[in-house]
């Protein structure tokens, strides 16, 4: 069992994690503003072409847009992938002497992009998320309602083109910011992704199935100051909770608080690590190696994870991602008792050749895999997940997925940290065999 010696727990009274069994799910429906969807996950590199690249490649999503030198942006280019409803955007500066030798064609599609803070951002987190883009009803006053309540603003309120578009942003955690777009009606996001972008010619175009953002996970050193932050100028509330004792392991382990939105499909978990045990916590590398707070993981919804899986692992010795190792064959023997009545043998065969884990909650079932690392540095990954269960109708008559249908993965955290610890110690080990310079 793992011991927790949280310093926010301790440094905040009234906050106190009940854990999963006995966290009771309410949803206040208190959001401070309209809240409508993910829209975009912007990253930060050195070299936006072939990061995109290999996330294209990777993850079978394909460049949809871009802004560049090209398209006569001499102040950063950046590279949109788009999968369903799932976005990615690679930015990276360009010299700003030729921004500067250049006023005439400065014309940065992405106004609150920062030349120093983009270089500094990438020298000490390497590759990792900039933006969490969230669709608004309104940029402009959610900026102004989130700063008024305690959010540190990033970007004050920009329109866009002809000002049918607002984008601002305000400080998430880390170098990380929550960037707020709106537009002025439904019809309005005619352009490929946000004015100043143009449609990329892709010759390649791939489709592995992913369709959405489910959630995007971030550490944090202490989580009590930063869930009380987020909940406070957002208006989110408490969707799940656990700590180590429901996920750690006998070396090592976490505690980890979910917000979300109004209608629950903008999931944004935290994590902080929890110490005195007898290995760091991962969370503790991956601040260690992300010199601070940022984003973890992120989670893609798939509406096929074993097409997902089966093209991902085609490529994962070839310019894809790999995968974190998976769990041993007993593992699977007893899917079928735990599973079998919603995932025939021919899937749970499946899942064992491919590597994915399942859970289940009492409303549905998760089946999840991550991947390692995606960069240089022990940080940021990318889960794979599919949702199966807890179908709704609104109003309307709607058939929709309950959101969170499944958890998280509770009954599978006590396996992913075991690979993790495994792959951390293949670092380790390679660190001592290594000769001294």
Not at 41 to 53: H, L, P, Q
Not at 219 to 246: I, M
Not at 255 to 261: D, H, M, T
């Amino acid at each position: 069992m793992v011991k927790e010696t949280s310093a926010a727990a301790a440094q905040s009274p009234g906050f106190k994690l009940v854990g999963f069994s006995n966290f009771v799910r309410s949803n206040p429906r208190s959001d401070r503003f309209v809240a409508k969807r993910f829209h975009h996950i912007e990253f930060w590199t050195s070299d936006a072409t072939n990061t995109c690249r290999r996330f294209s490649w990777g993850l079978g999503m394909p460049l949809l847009a871009k802004s560049d030198l090209s398209t006569g942006n001499t102040v950063h280019a950046s590279y949109l992938l788009r999968s369903g409803h799932l976005s990615f955007l690679f930015t990276a500066p360009y010299s700003p002497s030729i921004a500067a030798a250049d006023n005439t064609r400065l014309s940065a599609s992405i106004p609150t992009f920062d030349y120093s803070a983009s270089r500094a951002f990438t020298a000490s987190h390497g590759l990792g998320v900039r933006a969490v883009a969230i669709e608004v009803e309104d940029a402009e006053a959610a900026f102004h309602v989130s700063v008024s309540h305690g959010a540190k603003p990033s970007a004050e309120p920009v329109r866009l083109g002809d000002g049918l578009v607002v984008l601002s942003e305000v400080k998430l955690y880390g170098d990380v910011v929550l960037r707020y777009v709106s537009f002025s009606s439904s019809n309005d996001e005619q352009s490929v992704f946000l004015p100043g972008f143009e449609p990329a010619d892709d010759s390649y175009p791939l489709d592995f199935g992913i369709r959405r953002l489910d959630h995007c996970v971030g550490n944090v050193p202490e989580l009590a100051p930063a869930v009380s932050y987020v909940k406070g100028f957002t208006g989110f509330h408490e969707f799940a909770e656990f700590t180590a004792e429901d996920v750690g392991t006998s070396e090592s382990g976490l505690n980890s608080v979910v917000l979300a939105s109004n209608d629950e499909m903008i999931l944004l978990p935290m994590n902080e690590p929890v110490h005195g045990t007898k290995r760091k916590s991962q969370i503790q590398t991956f601040l260690e190696h992300n010199e601070g707070p940022g984003v973890q993981h992120l989670a893609l919804a798939s509406e096929d994870i074993f097409k997902t899986l089966r093209e991902m692992r085609k490529r994962s010795s070839v310019g894809g991602f790999d995968f974190m190792p998976s769990p041993p064959p007993t593992y699977y023997k007893n899917l079928k008792k735990r599973a079998g009545d919603v995932l025939s043998d021919e899937q749970i065969k499946e899942c064992e050749e491919l590597g994915i884990l399942v859970d289940r909650d009492d409303q549905g079932t998760l089946l999840q895999i991550f991947t390692k690392p995606v960069g240089d540095r022990p940080t940021i990954f990318i889960e794979i997940i599919q949702r199966v269960g807890c179908m709704v109708r609104d109003e309307g008559g709607e058939s929709y997925q309950k959101a969170g249908c499944g958890g998280f993965g509770k009954g599978n955290f006590s396996e992913l940290f075991k690979s993790i610890e495994e792959y951390e110690k293949t670092l380790e080990a390679k660190r001592i065999t290594s000769p001294s310079a």
